[in-house]
């Protein structure tokens, strides 16, 4: 059994909130530091009882093994010995140039570029995810990075992600490599050095969630029950509105104008746009704030199921849908498929191109003309006769 009761004396404590601060610099969330500041302590206490001065990685190894045989296992625990080399609990003095890189990274796309908070966290976890790679190689001198291993990473994300997730993490690697030679920390721009996924995507059109499965997502959610009456909103969100998971994740008591039946919806790029409130969404709204969420200081709309009410995560709100679909036997239904269904009903009965542009608040209609793939005879429109021969 783990044993708690005891604390690592305070040099090895001192390690471990040091290696804790690591990870909160480059980029991990509260709640993750949390759950790894408890393995490390735990970590140091075995090491401490062993006679260990420090964490080695055959150490390491040798804690996790531990661990999984004392009890359930912990998500993330076999990357233990990555995120303790580029922490520098390990490696004293691997911390000072690779957290500090992500952690200015950070602030200048957050303060100099002013991109939305989703778009740092995502840059920020490609750019950690390759430091962490060129660490377990031994390799941590960032003026060394060259082409060769740009392309071995790039082969070995392919190896895991989907082409749009791969074409996303290769945009954020560039983005990573112009700061980095912006900063003088690397001497050549090899932000376009790296490999291009092939675009498939315009040859497969968006995938929309039929009606039929729509209605059972949402009487799967048991609206007895505080929980079934938050997800049963959240879906009317995404059906009836086309809200993306951030968008209803970040949504305030304040956004919502019950007196003129509006509501606000801050998008990509920190724009705020005001839409209808339906009045089958503002019944679904009204039943959760009034029935299912818990009262308290916390201005967010949407909160966790837990004891001390937080915001919900947008990873959370990702897996609604997701899990409403498993409830039901289906294969998984993402939010975006109930952005598609939306575009898809609404072209069905007549609305226009610009229409649908606004509802789902797409800044280029390029981006809404995809949609035009899911209804056939809205191509018809766009498409001229060929002339017949004589004419």
């Known amino acids: 059994m783990r044993t708690t009761a005891n604390e690592p004396s305070g040099a090895l404590r001192e390690r471990a909130r040091q ?17 790894y500041a408890k393995v490390l302590s735990d970590m140091e206490l075995w090491l401490e009882r062993q006679g260990m001065a420090r964490p080695t990685k055959p150490a390491v190894r040798a804690f996790i093994a531990y661990w999984r045989d004392a009890g359930p296992p912990l998500k993330g625990l076999p990357e233990l010995s990555e995120y303790l080399v580029l922490a520098g609990a390990t490696c004293p003095g ?10 200015a990274y950070r602030a200048y796309m957050r303060e100099e570029q002013c991109l939305s908070k989703i778009t740092v966290t995502g840059n920020s976890n490609v750019a950690r995810r390759f430091l962490l790679w060129r660490a377990a190689a031994g390799r941590r001198d960032l003026g060394g990075i060259g082409i060769a291993e740009l392309h071995a990473f790039v082969a070995a994300e392919a190896g895991r992600l989907k082409l749009a997730s791969l074409k996303t993490a290769v945009g954020a690697l560039s983005s990573f490599l112009a700061y980095l030679f912006s900063t003088g920390t690397i001497a050549t721009d090899l932000s ?3 490999p291009r996924a092939a675009a498939r995507g315009v040859l497969s059109p968006p995938r929309a969630a039929p009606a039929p499965t729509i209605a059972r997502l ?16 959240v879906l009317m969100l995404m059906a009836r509105l086309g809200l993306r998971a951030n968008e ?16 606000a919806v801050h998008g990509k790029g ?15 709204l009204a039943a ?15 909160l966790s199921a837990r004891p001390k009410a937080s915001p919900m995560s947008r990873y959370a709100v990702v897996m609604v849908p997701r899990q409403a679909a498993r409830r039901c036997g289906l294969a998984d239904v993402g939010g975006h498929s109930l952005r598609h269904a939306l575009a898809s009903a609404m072209l069905a009965e007549g609305a226009s191109m610009l229409e649908v542009a ?10 809404t003309a995809t949609y035009a793939k899911v209804d056939r005879s809205r191509l018809g429109l766009v498409v001229r006769p060929w002339p017949k021969v004589g004419q």
């Not at 209803?248 to 509501?263: H, K, V, Y």
């Not at 959760?288 to 949407?302: D, E, H, I, M, T």
Request: with cysteine; charged share 25%; net charge neutral.
């Open 358 to 367: 606004q509802v789902l608040r797409h800044s280029d209609q390029a981006v």
């Open 270 to 284: 920190g724009r705020a746009e005001r839409l209808p409130l339906p009045a089958d969404v503002g019944e679904a």
């Open 19 to 35: 290696a804790c601060l690591a990870l909160a610099e480059l980029g991990y969330g509260e709640r993750s530091v949390a759950v």
């Open 288 to 302: 959760y704030l009034s029935g299912g969420r818990q009262s308290g200081a916390c201005r967010a709309v949407f």
């Open 248 to 263: 209803i994740a970040s949504m305030a008591l304040e956004d919502i104008d019950w007196g003129r039946g509006e509501l």
């Open 192 to 194: 376009g050095a790296l």
């Open 218 to 233: 949402l009487q799967s959610c048991d609206r007895s029950r505080p929980t079934g009456l938050r997800n049963f909103a």
């Open 94 to 103: 691997a911390l000072s140039e690779a957290a500090k890189a992500v952690q």
